[in-house]
Structures are given as C-alpha cells and as structure tokens.
C-alpha cells in the first residue's frame, strides 16, 4: 500500500511563504493525477491544485498567482509552494494520488497563517 505523508506545514505571517511537500513510499509516476486539497474547521474539504503525470496544472482561482503545484518523479514528492499567504488560507492540507483502482490520502499538515 502507497503511503503519502505530508509536511511542511506551520504557523506562518500574512504576506508569507511556506512550501509544502507529499512524500510517497512509492513512485508517484504511477498516479496518473495528483492533488492538493485543504479543509478549514467546520468548512468542507475543497481542491486547491492538480497536476498530472505529464506536468500539466491546474488551480482554483482563489490561489491562482500565489500558489504552485509541482510533482519531483525522482523523489516521490509533491509540492505546494504556497506566496502571499492570507489568514483564509489557514486550513489543513492534503495530498491526493490517484491511478486506477488506487485512491490514496495523506494525513494532512496544518497550515495557520497569522499575525
């Protein structure tokens, strides 16, 4: 079974950066798509970014500008650079590696961003 642990994670200042990685006991080549998601106290979980096994990205607009999706095939990471960040954007984070017939989640890393 494909284990995926987060970090990263931790109590930065408005107008900050942190850099958030997804570390796989597996090669992350084998899923076909891979996603950063986060969820705030009380609020549902929402999708952040995505990016394929190719390369390509995607992105809500809220973090559009601010926040970049990477993926390290010699490594087996993921990795959330997150810029400018905002109090909202305080949440816990998760990485999501899909393929077929696998569906895997991290444990999340808490992100709070405050003065």
């Known amino acids: 079974q494909v284990q995926l642990v987060e970090s990263g994670g931790g109590l930065v200042h408005p107008g900050g950066s942190l850099r958030l990685s997804c570390a796989a006991s597996?090669?992350?080549?084998?899923?076909?798509?891979m996603h950063w998601y986060r969820q705030a106290p009380g609020k549902q979980r929402e999708l952040v970014a995505s990016i394929s096994s190719g390369g390509s990205t995607n992105y809500v607009d809220f973090v559009k500008g601010r926040f970049t999706i990477s993926r390290d095939n010699a490594k087996n990471t993921l990795y959330l650079q997150m810029n400018s960040l905002k109090p909202e954007d305080t949440a816990v984070y998760y990485c999501?590696?899909?393929?077929?017939?696998?569906?895997?989640w991290g444990q999340g890393t808490q992100v709070t961003v405050s003065s």
């Open positions: 999501r590696g899909f393929r077929l017939g696998s569906d895997y």
């Open positions: 597996g090669s992350i080549r084998s899923f076909n798509i």
